[in-house]
């Protein structure tokens, strides 16, 4: 049990200004796993403050892309060191499967660092351009202080995809994890401190909704990058819009996966459905949880997945062979439940799961849960379950898949299955969404992630990812200027 009794604001562990405090709780055993301070008001002040005097004054507001850089790569060596212990951190707090969180929880993690430390060191963060009278200096400066807010279910890794941006580009930030996970956030703090990073450059705030909300309009903030519900991204863009605040919005997904006629159907859901579908236990804003099946070979696939469905194992997620561990939360369960009922009520057809697993009665689990003769007007096809739960919907043609897999509100994820990679890149191309996939799923840290439609705003990851931080700005000099 990791527990901490001050919140890290300014390069100090301080006080809080309060006594109330999170109990994180394992979602598998029910048993407490540490403690953590509830920042209130007073604290996320605080934290402004400090993040803006590290901007303005000392040594991170003078340090050079390179020294930026020298600081993320010891941050890398240090997380790449503790990567056991956070990647079982990160189990007992999430529920996630130790092989998830392994590899797409903490490697991830890693891995989008090290992207992001070798942009710092080759990019352009000022440049001289020809202009009509005489040359312009394009300067690309930091955004200035970050309020980073993060979910609970890949809590570290879009940490980073926020923080790791925030180093590069010479800004600060304040982090308001989740209620859930605030001990990966402290113990990420302490990684910090370690590697270097200057005081005030990250402040952690673990606290609610009302208390993020002043985060989020606190005059002191310069940018808001938000990753959570379509719902809260809504309320928050909205706030930022009233305060001309610059904002990136990483929201929610129902992504379809298209086999085509010419799939390995046995081979594509094999590798799709426990990997893809059911990744962190159904809690993946990229989940492929629409697969959309030819209608000459809808039964096979359906088959095919109910079988893969049930031959993944549930249990403890600290056992490698486990597959679905359990939910957050109890209203997660409920949730997730309450769709299942449903997608019942709406008429589609079960074919396996829809229940809780015998043998599992302490912990928040859900079955793997597979629905069939699901039409896409269905709530279940619709909207985000954020569980393991897929449907299969049928399509007639090529024209007609794409007309489906467009039809939702979303547009962050996809992919398609196929023989000819040609073809899948035409419908790879016909489908709006941020991020796509020929023949399995990925994202690339080198390459823009994000949404179309209600999906967010803005990107992360790539030089994108990086220029979100940052604001241009051109000074022009006299003609004959060398």
Request: proline residues 6%; charged residues 20%.
């Given at each position: 049990?990791?527990?901490?009794?001050?919140?890290?604001?300014?390069?100090?562990?301080?006080?809080?200004?309060?006594?109330?405090?999170?109990?994180?709780?394992?979602?598998?055993?029910?048993?407490?796993?540490?403690?953590?301070?509830?920042?209130?008001?007073?604290?996320?002040?605080?934290?402004?403050?400090?993040?803006?005097?590290?901007?303005?004054?000392?040594?991170?507001?003078?340090?050079?892309?390179?020294?930026?850089?020298?600081?993320?790569?010891?941050?890398?060596?240090?997380?790449?060191?503790?990567?056991?212990?956070?990647?079982?951190?990160?189990?007992?707090?999430?529920?996630?499967?130790?092989?998830?969180?392994?590899?797409?929880?903490?490697?991830?993690?890693?891995?989008?660092?090290?992207?992001?430390?070798?942009?710092?060191?080759?990019?352009?963060?000022?440049?001289?351009?020809?202009?009509?009278?005489?040359?312009?200096?394009?300067?690309?400066?930091?955004?200035?202080?970050?309020?980073?807010?993060?979910?609970?279910?890949?809590?570290?890794?879009?940490?980073?995809?926020?923080?790791?941006?925030?180093?590069?580009?010479?800004?600060?930030?304040?982090?308001?994890?989740?209620?859930?996970?605030?001990?990966?956030?402290?113990?990420?703090?302490?990684?910090?401190?370690?590697?270097?990073?200057?005081?005030?450059?990250l402040n952690v705030v673990p606290a609610d909704r009302e208390v993020g909300e002043h985060l989020v309009t606190h005059p002191g903030v310069d940018k808001v990058s938000f990753?959570?519900?379509?719902?809260?991204?809504?309320?928050?863009?909205?706030?930022?819009?009233?305060?001309?605040?610059?904002?990136?919005?990483?929201?929610?997904?129902?992504?379809?996966?298209?086999?085509?006629?010419?799939?390995?159907?046995?081979?594509?859901?094999?590798?799709?459905?426990?990997?893809?579908?059911?990744?962190?236990?159904?809690?993946?804003?990229?989940?492929?949880?629409?697969?959309?099946?030819?209608?000459?070979?809808?039964?096979?696939?359906?088959?095919a997945v109910t079988e893969v469905a049930r031959s993944v194992k549930v249990g403890d997620p600290a056992d490698f062979e486990v597959g679905v561990g359990p939910l957050i939360?109890?209203?997660?369960?409920?949730?997730?439940?309450?769709?299942?009922?449903?997608?019942?009520?709406?008429?589609?057809?079960?074919?396996?799961?829809?229940g809780r697993p015998a043998g599992l009665d302490t912990g928040w689990y859900v079955e793997p849960t597979v629905f069939a003769d699901v039409d896409n007007k269905m709530r279940?096809?619709?909207?985000?379950?954020?569980?393991?739960?897929?449907?299969?919907?049928?399509?007639?043609?090529?024209?007609?898949?794409?007309?489906?897999?467009?039809?939702?509100?979303?547009?962050?994820?996809?992919?398609?299955?196929?023989?000819?990679?040609?073809?899948?890149?035409?419908?790879?191309?016909?489908?709006?969404?941020?991020?796509?996939?020929?023949?399995?799923?990925?994202?690339?840290?080198?390459?823009?992630?994000?949404?179309?439609?209600?999906?967010?705003?803005?990107?992360?990851?790539?030089?994108?990812?990086?220029?979100?931080?940052?604001?241009?700005?051109?000074?022009?000099?006299?003609?004959?200027?060398?």
């Amino acid at each position: 049990m990791r527990s901490f009794d001050r919140l890290y604001i300014g390069g100090e562990w301080v006080e809080p200004a309060s006594s109330s405090t999170f109990t994180v709780v394992n979602p598998a055993t029910l048993e407490p796993v540490g403690s953590t301070p509830e920042a209130v008001q007073a604290d996320v002040d605080r934290a402004v403050e400090a993040a803006r005097s590290a901007l303005n004054h000392g040594p991170w507001a003078e340090m050079s892309a390179q020294d930026r850089a020298g600081i993320m790569r010891r941050l890398h060596g240090l997380m790449v060191e503790r990567a056991d212990d956070l990647a079982n951190l990160i189990t007992q707090e999430v529920g996630a499967p130790i092989l998830f969180s392994h590899f797409g929880q903490i490697g991830a993690t890693h891995m989008a660092l090290d992207f992001f430390t070798g942009l710092t060191e080759s990019y352009p963060f000022e440049e001289v351009r020809a202009g009509m009278l005489g040359p312009v200096v394009v300067r690309k400066e930091p955004v200035g202080v970050v309020a980073g807010i993060v979910p609970w279910n890949v809590p570290l890794f879009i940490t980073m995809l926020k923080f790791a941006p925030t180093l590069a580009s010479g800004s600060t930030m304040v982090l308001k994890s989740a209620p859930e996970t605030p001990v990966s956030a402290f113990v990420f703090a302490e990684l910090c401190e370690e590697a270097g990073v200057p005081a005030g450059v990250l402040n952690v705030v673990p606290a609610d909704r009302e208390v993020g909300e002043h985060l989020v309009t606190h005059p002191g903030v310069d940018k808001v990058s938000f990753t959570g519900s379509t719902a809260a991204g809504r309320h928050i863009g909205a706030l930022c819009g009233e305060r001309l605040r610059r904002c990136t919005l990483e929201l929610g997904g129902k992504s379809a996966s298209i086999l085509m006629e010419d799939a390995d159907i046995a081979a594509a859901v094999t590798e799709m459905v426990p990997n893809y579908s059911f990744m962190n236990n159904g809690q993946a804003c990229v989940a492929q949880t629409r697969i959309l099946a030819p209608r000459s070979r809808y039964d096979e696939t359906v088959d095919a997945v109910t079988e893969v469905a049930r031959s993944v194992k549930v249990g403890d997620p600290a056992d490698f062979e486990v597959g679905v561990g359990p939910l957050i939360a109890e209203r997660q369960r409920e949730r997730v439940e309450g769709y299942i009922r449903t997608g019942i009520d709406e008429g589609a057809r079960l074919t396996t799961g829809g229940g809780r697993p015998a043998g599992l009665d302490t912990g928040w689990y859900v079955e793997p849960t597979v629905f069939a003769d699901v039409d896409n007007k269905m709530r279940i096809a619709q909207e985000e379950i954020f569980g393991p739960v897929v449907v299969v919907i049928p399509y007639t043609d090529t024209e007609d898949a794409l007309a489906i897999a467009n039809d939702n509100n979303y547009g962050l994820s996809g992919s398609v299955w196929t023989a000819d990679v040609a073809a899948g890149l035409d419908v790879a191309r016909g489908v709006r969404t941020g991020t796509y996939t020929v023949n399995g799923f990925g994202m690339d840290w080198g390459s823009p992630f994000g949404g179309f439609k209600d999906s967010g705003l803005g990107r992360e990851l790539g030089p994108e990812g990086l220029e979100e931080y940052l604001e241009y700005k051109s000074i022009n000099l006299p003609a004959g200027t060398e």
